[in-house]
């Protein structure tokens, strides 16, 4: 059972648009949350990420919520760009243990000039 | 700084054959890890280790192997690769506090095919 999940496999936006990446999670003893981004051929880059005792964390154009009573994030991208054509990866961990940091499957977000 | 590499980029092996997965880092990074991407797949943990001499298993370790007898290396042993071993193959680093709150490094990835 996945414990972290991105139900939109795809995501295409205009250029200079917001771009809303969601997630949800069911455990809830993940108090850590982090966003990943991927080009092809490349290792995952980490972007931004949010502990679970804040419910926004900004990073310039990034923008991530969470809504711990709802088990949901989402990362915000405004205003989006080209560049920002990857797949973005949604994790959690319990922070505080050493072992897992659990993944979703990924969206592929496109930015269309 | 060369970051994370991972050699070789991409293999193809026979069903049954072993082989090493190199990752090497020079940050001096604690921890280390493993994993594996299929298709449609996140990313999953395959084993990690917090330093020179202690690893632990992650979510999917069956199959696999590693050893940590250097801060700087932390390579995957497959015994007997098996088509179901068949995925792209990330190693991460990161210092230990950072792991699971905030970032690691990944490597570019060695894809591999197992027949």
């Known amino acids: 059972d996945q414990q972290v999940k991105q139900n939109s496999p795809s995501l295409s936006v205009q250029e200079g648009r917001i771009s809303i990446l969601n997630c949800d999670y069911t455990?809830?003893?993940?108090?850590?949350f982090l966003w990943y981004k991927k080009y092809p051929a490349e290792g995952p880059t980490f972007l931004i990420s949010i502990s679970s005792i804040k419910d926004k964390n900004e990073d310039g154009r990034f923008t991530v919520f969470l809504n711990k009573s709802a088990k949901h994030l989402s990362l915000h991208i405004v205003p989006s760009q080209p560049g920002d054509s990857a797949v973005y990866f949604c994790a959690a961990s319990e922070g505080g243990s050493q072992g897992n940091l659990i993944f979703g499957k990924g969206t592929k977000l496109s930015v269309k000039p | 700084n060369a970051g994370v590499t991972q050699t070789p980029k991409f293999q193809v092996l026979k069903t049954g054959q072993s082989m090493t997965l190199q990752c090497a880092q020079d940050m001096n990074h604690e921890y280390m890890s493993w994993y594996r991407q299929d298709p449609g797949m996140g990313l999953r943990l395959i084993h990690y280790?917090?330093?020179?001499?202690?690893?632990d298993q992650g979510e999917v370790p069956n199959g696999y192997n590693v050893s940590r007898s250097t801060t700087e290396d932390f390579p995957l042993r497959l015994l007997s690769a098996a088509p179901s071993q068949t995925s792209v193959y990330f190693c991460?680093?990161?210092?230990?506090?950072?792991?699971?709150?905030?970032?690691?490094?990944f490597g570019p990835g060695t894809r591999l095919t197992v027949l």
């Open positions: 280790s917090v330093g020179a001499g202690i690893t």
């Open positions: 455990n809830s003893m993940f108090d850590y």
């Open positions: 991460a680093s990161s210092r230990v506090l950072e792991a699971l709150t905030d970032t690691q490094y």
